[in-house]
């Protein structure tokens, strides 16, 4: 996904490759300073005493070639000693040109080329960090949308409100840290310490080999930790998802916990969970130290072998150490204290890596959360996904031997068998938990079922593309649904095209204009609030269902959708969806009596059967369950 902002990564990645090239060129100075000025000399006499030296060993080349004329190694070292002193005294001619004649102007000058370079180095970081920021922000925000996105497909879910916030908060975020990391300090500390490998190699090659034994043992380690950084952060963000979910609990079921005085138990419950997430971030914060602490004992490690095997040759002018050739020509100082300079700047980035690696780990751990979630997003093709299209379900719906279980073994219906006329107004009764919401959902298709078909006329529904379907539906539940916007917006909600007029005609029919204009402070444009919080549970349900009256659905679904309306307004509604539901299929989940006078016919259910399905006097005259069903409200209202 952070692929899409290629320019500006390629753009990171330069940037990054020229503060390595300056962080090494920035440690070449040692050399002269030590080379040169420490000694109280010009560029012009050390170019000169190079190309004397490099004359002196010719010398001694070639009387050893006269003598070893078949030797080959002593051929190879001559010819390469004649190419430094052409390739020296080429270089000699742009010295004597441009170089300072002083000591001090030459000081001058390896001040002024580190000062610049330093300046240079600072400005590429900046701009590598600026764009680095902007691709994984970029991206961060892109997952935040596709992961929303799949949370809000028909692809069966098992994340709760408190898990999704969690991933889409913490594990998102964490993919972006890492991301920040990955294209950051992950492409320019390893650069640097490349370069300054590179120079130590131009120096000596055999003896930066031979300092580098140590590296298979910490990278061997460095595997073992990755393993245990990506578990703890696997249990870290899951404990984190259930103290946000335990959180957003408390806080909507707030009234219920003050009611009963369990403040101090919610407290309780937050801080063991809490404690939870501390811990799992302790054992990260202790292999991230593990971490930091094993790339400090690498660059230690390298750093002591090259000392002692370096400190020797220099010491003894030898170019063996053990039997082992670790030089072609003994080493001077300068040579030596340049190439401990390069294997110390190697440190540096070595140590910030260790964080880059835990972070990396981290983000590793949280993409693996995050990913499967995003697959239908990202490879539709993997699901089968309904494409027929509709522009009517104006037709008879069948129910064929329909089963659906939430737990294995445990049916919620069992053998569904039922034909719905198109046109007709079907109220569905029965105790709780006998299956009637289960019923609705598989008509919405919320939930599949487990065997049988629902169809449409002689298609089913699970062919037909979701969108197409449910645009043909209203629904309208027993807890009404309302968004923190305007009541214009939130009756307008599935229906965004619609006008002004037509929002407030539908209201009308929902008995719900009256309170708007009269109650209401901006009548219209009145903010609802958070969940419909600034209106009492009747007019929200009103608001509700003048959305789905607005909607002109093929087919209208009511789940208790009179349950919070006063007796007074009840009368009205009854008589507006008397008149709303002639020509379309009408659904109605209820116990009042007074609702069931709408339907044309009656569906009996318990235990997830059907019990029994006819007309009013059908079931009065038939059905003894039916009977005491409809004396139990009016029992009760007496």
């Given at each position: 996904m952070a692929l899409r902002y290629k320019y500006s990564l390629i753009a990171s990645i330069v940037c990054s490759t020229m503060v390595a090239l300056f962080w090494g060129a920035n440690i070449t100075a040692v050399y002269p300073f030590i080379e040169v000025v420490f000694q109280e000399k010009t560029l012009h006499d050390w170019a000169s005493d190079q190309i004397d030296d490099l004359k002196e060993q010719k010398i001694e080349l070639t009387k050893e070639v006269a003598k070893h004329p078949d030797d080959p190694r002593l051929v190879k070292r001559l010819e390469t000693t004649e190419g430094r002193i052409q390739r020296r005294t080429e270089a000699q001619r742009y010295i004597q040109t441009y170089a300072p004649n002083t000591p001090f102007a030459t000081l001058v000058y390896i001040l002024g080329f580190l000062a610049i370079g330093t300046f240079l180095k600072c400005l590429f970081r900046i701009t590598s960090t600026v764009l680095v920021s902007h691709v994984s922000q970029r991206t961060v925000a892109d997952l935040r949308k596709d992961f929303f996105r799949a949370l809000l497909t028909d692809r069966p879910q098992k994340t709760g409100i408190g898990d999704a916030a969690g991933r889409i908060g913490g594990d998102v975020g964490a993919i972006g840290g890492a991301l920040q990391v990955l294209f950051g300090r992950s492409i320019q500390e390893p650069l640097k310490v490349f370069a300054c490998l590179i120079g130590a190699?131009?120096?000596?090659?055999?003896?930066?080999?031979?300092?580098?034994?140590?590296?298979?043992?910490?990278?061997?380690?460095?595997?073992?930790?990755?393993?245990?950084?990506?578990?703890?952060?696997?249990?870290?963000?899951?404990?984190?998802?259930?103290?946000?979910?335990?959180?957003?609990?408390?806080?909507?079921?707030?009234?219920?916990?003050?009611?009963?005085?369990?403040?101090?138990?919610?407290?309780?419950?937050?801080?063991?969970?809490?404690?939870?997430?501390?811990?799992?971030?302790?054992?990260?914060?202790?292999?991230?130290?593990?971490?930091?602490?094993?790339?400090?004992?690498?660059?230690?490690?390298?750093?002591?072998?090259?000392?002692?095997?370096?400190?020797?040759?220099?010491?003894?002018?030898?170019?063996?150490?053990?039997?082992?050739?670790?030089?072609?020509?003994?080493?001077?100082?300068?040579?030596?204290?340049?190439?401990?300079?390069?294997?110390?700047?190697?440190?540096?980035?070595?140590?910030?890596?260790?964080?880059?690696?835990?972070?990396?780990?981290?983000?590793?751990?949280?993409?693996?959360?995050?990913?499967?979630?995003?697959?239908?997003?990202?490879?539709?093709?993997?699901?089968?996904?309904?494409?027929?299209?509709?522009?009517?379900?104006?037709?008879?719906?069948?129910?064929?031997?329909?089963?659906?279980?939430?737990?294995?073994?445990?049916?919620?219906?069992?053998?569904?068998?039922?034909?719905?006329?198109?046109?007709?107004?079907?109220?569905?009764?029965?105790?709780n938990g006998c299956g009637k919401s289960t019923l609705i959902n598989l008509i919405l298709r919320f939930l599949r079922p487990d065997k049988g078909e629902i169809r449409l006329g002689d298609t089913d529904i699970a062919k037909i593309r979701h969108k197409d379907w449910r645009r043909r539906i209203s629904l309208v539940t027993q807890k009404p649904v309302l968004f923190d916007d305007t009541v214009t917006n939130n009756i307008r909600y599935g229906s965004r095209g619609a006008s002004q007029p037509q929002v407030m005609d539908a209201a009308r029919k929902a008995h719900a204009h009256d309170f708007i204009v009269d109650q209401l402070a901006q009548s219209y444009e009145t903010q609802c609030g958070e969940y419909g919080g600034r209106l009492s549970g009747g007019q929200q349900q009103r608001l509700s269902l003048a959305r789905a009256i607005l909607r002109n659905p093929d087919l209208l679904i009511l789940d208790e959708a009179a349950s919070q309306i006063d007796p007074k307004s009840e009368e009205l509604i009854r008589q507006s969806l008397r008149e709303f539901t002639r020509g379309r299929t009408t659904i109605m989940v209820t116990h009042r009596m007074s609702t069931l006078e709408l339907a044309d016919r009656i569906l009996v259910m318990e235990a997830g059967q059907i019990l029994d399905f006819g007309t009013h006097e059908e079931l009065l005259a038939r059905c003894p369950y039916y009977r005491r069903l409809r004396e139990i409200p009016l029992q009760k209202s007496a």
């Open positions: 190699a131009c120096i000596n090659w055999r003896l930066l080999l031979f300092s580098i034994l140590a590296s298979p043992l910490a990278a061997l380690l460095l595997m073992g930790l990755a393993k245990s950084i990506r578990r703890a952060s696997h249990r870290s963000f899951a404990q984190t998802c259930q103290l946000i979910s335990r959180m957003l609990q408390a806080f909507q079921g707030i009234q219920v916990v003050k009611a009963y005085n369990m403040e101090s138990h919610e407290r309780r419950r937050f801080w063991v969970h809490s404690l939870r997430v501390y811990r799992e971030q302790l054992k990260i914060a202790w292999y991230g130290a593990l971490v930091r602490a094993n790339n400090e004992l690498l660059g230690v490690g390298i750093m002591c072998l090259s000392v002692l095997a370096g400190g020797y040759l220099v010491l003894n002018q030898q170019t063996h150490l053990l039997g082992i050739p670790l030089a072609e020509n003994p080493m001077n100082i300068g040579q030596i204290m340049t190439f401990f300079a390069f294997l110390v700047g190697c440190t540096d980035p070595l140590r910030k890596m260790g964080d880059v690696y835990g972070t990396i780990q981290g983000g590793v751990a949280a993409a693996d959360r995050i990913m499967p979630m995003l697959e239908i997003v990202h490879y539709p093709q993997r699901f089968d996904r309904p494409k027929l299209r509709i522009t009517s379900a104006k037709e008879d719906l069948f129910f064929e031997n329909v089963w659906f279980h939430y737990v294995p073994n445990q049916p919620v219906l069992r053998g569904i068998n039922l034909h719905i006329r198109f046109g007709e107004t079907i109220a569905i009764i029965g105790p």
